[in-house]
């Protein structure tokens, strides 16, 4: 048995009302039924060493000193956390994380939404690889950030990543672009040209004993961190904020998850949020809960499938022969338990693929072994696509010497999905 805290939501007027009730006890919501095994049905690659026009990177150490010379001339295409359609037809954008792997090492890494285009080997050909047409850059040139940016006294104040940890995105029904990241955590509105329209938007905290969820790199805490050997308050840990974020298939509501378990909620839950984009408003009483497989594990993604279902990215934090745990779930935010918890369905085992044709060239079972997995799509009722985030310049995923390359995998389900009208593949690419 597991316990989570109730919370009573009055509504008084204009006012909604949370009252604390007290703990209760639940058992863990079981799972669904074994998917039936995806196939392999396009496989395709960016390699690792990918760079795009830019600044020279990576000049900077963990704790933010400055090396002699910068690592890497311009600026690498990597790091792919997030996945949508993008402006012509087989094309997406990918959304590139913070860059280096902390805020202090990012300095100099430049937050974009790169345009690819892949060219995935099939069953009836294909060349396998991807091309970078271009990207959309994130900045501020209205000062909307209250905080100190890296690039603060620069006339495109571009955004980089020291300033935010970007993690998913989606585009509204204007075409606007919304982003969720981690040091706050935040939701970030930019036009579609990647400029920034309103402050950064936090995260409340319904029901529990702070008005916000923090984590510790949130801009407030920095600025008023605490003595050495004192206790933080921050309500997440590091690197667990909005790393999954879905859209309603009408693009008016946004659903944020945390990748992390908000302190006083019960061990492996996490949060799906949902915010109104036209009130610019977070719903107080739909917050569900998601229940990781094992408290250790972490979330990659959250797509949609229709007005209620949507797909979760749940993994294990191995690689290569070592990951055990790399899966595609099926959720469905209107069937949940009293507790606010959803049910799961096993869609797709990413460590037990089907590849018959032979088409990435490791046999007839395909692995996708990598650390991160942050990218999930539907393209229609049978098929989806997903990505790895390949933390650039490490190894692992493909071998302890081998640095890990962006990949992309076309799978084909098996379990038909019951789509929404506008979910999928656009219309007009049909």
């Avoid at 805290?5 to 074994?34: K, N």
């Avoid at 000062?143 to 020291?162: C, K, N, S």
Wanted: proline share 8%.
């Amino acid at each position: 048995m597991q316990t989570r805290r109730f919370w009573l939501a009055v509504l008084s007027g204009a006012v909604l009302s949370v009252t604390y009730l007290g703990w209760a006890a639940w058992p863990q919501p079981a799972l669904g039924q074994d998917a039936v095994r995806a196939e392999l049905i396009g496989y395709a690659v960016l390699p690792a060493d990918t760079f795009a026009d830019g600044p020279p990177s990576g000049q900077f150490n963990g704790d933010g000193s400055k090396a002699a010379a910068p690592r890497f001339e311009s600026q690498p295409v990597q790091g792919f956390s997030g996945v949508q359609f993008g402006p012509s037809c087989g094309s997406y954008y990918v959304l590139s994380d913070n860059g280096f792997g902390s805020k202090y090492n990012s300095i100099d890494y430049l937050l974009r939404i790169y345009n690819i285009t892949p060219d995935p080997i099939t069953s009836s050909g294909g060349a396998g690889a991807i091309n970078v047409n271009g990207f959309i850059q994130l900045s501020d040139p209205n000062g909307l950030v209250p905080f100190f940016i890296a690039r603060e006294f620069t006339g495109d104040r571009t955004l980089t990543g020291f300033d935010f940890d970007v993690e998913s995105f989606a585009f509204d029904a204007n075409g606007d672009l919304w982003v969720g990241e981690e040091f706050g955590p935040y939701l970030l509105h930019f036009d579609p040209t990647g400029r920034l329209l309103e402050p950064p938007i936090p995260t409340p905290n319904f029901g529990g004993e702070t008005e916000l969820v923090q984590a510790p790199q949130n801009p407030a805490l920095l600025a008023n961190s605490p003595n050495p050997g004192s206790e933080s308050t921050a309500t997440l840990s590091s690197s667990r904020g909005f790393e999954g974020m879905a859209v309603s298939p009408d693009g008016l509501t946004l659903y944020p998850m945390l990748e992390g378990t908000v302190v006083g909620d019960p061990a492996g839950s996490l949060r799906i949020y949902e915010f109104d984009v036209q009130s610019r408003q977070y719903l107080t009483d739909t917050v569900s809960l998601y229940p990781l497989a094992d408290p250790g594990h972490a979330i990659g993604d959250l797509t949609v499938v229709n007005d209620n279902e949507f797909l979760v990215i749940e993994r294990d934090n191995s690689e290569g022969e070592a990951a055990v745990f790399k899966k595609i779930y099926k959720i469905n935010l209107n069937e949940v338990d009293e507790a606010g918890f959803v049910q799961k369905e096993e869609v797709a085992d990413l460590l037990n693929i089907a590849d018959p044709n032979n088409l990435a060239g490791f046999g007839e079972t395909f692995r996708f072994p990598f650390f991160t997995i942050e990218d999930v799509l539907v393209l229609d009722e049978n098929t989806i696509v997903v990505l790895n985030d390949n933390n650039y310049d490490r190894p692992g995923g493909r071998g302890a010497d081998v640095k890990d390359p962006n990949e992309m995998i076309v799978l084909d389900l098996g379990t038909p999905l019951t789509l929404a009208d506008g979910v999928g593949v656009p219309a007009e690419c049909q």
